[in-house]
């Protein structure tokens, strides 16, 4: 798996509206085939940052991502909304899919 985690620091004047602004890249990677999971969390310590985690099935998968309109499109359009670079974290691993945790489990 490709599994890629990246920090976008967001101009403030957006942040809020994040989710909108990049829905059509977010529902376009969802229907990749090889997309397991494209999934946004806001920071909890800096409003103006969101973190994308994303997960593709292997390097042909990723390949075809950045090749689609829809990552093409946002290439082109979020440098508008953004207050830096984007930090990111790719690495292949091996894994297919999340696991559950060991550690914590529901009482009762």
Known sequence: MIFIVV????RPEFADDW???VDDFTEGTRGEPG???????RS????NEWVLVEGFRDGEAGGEHVKSD???KAVDMLPDYVSATP???SETIDATGWNEMAEIRPRG
Not at 35 to 41: E, I
Request: aromatic share 20%; no cysteine.
């Open 7 to 10: 920090k976008w620091p967001v």
């Open 87 to 89: 930090k990111i974290i």
């Open 35 to 41: 997309n397991l999971f494209f999934d946004w969390s």
């Open 19 to 21: 989710r909108s602004i």
């Open 70 to 72: 829809h990552f093409k």
């Open 44 to 47: 909890a310590d800096d409003p």
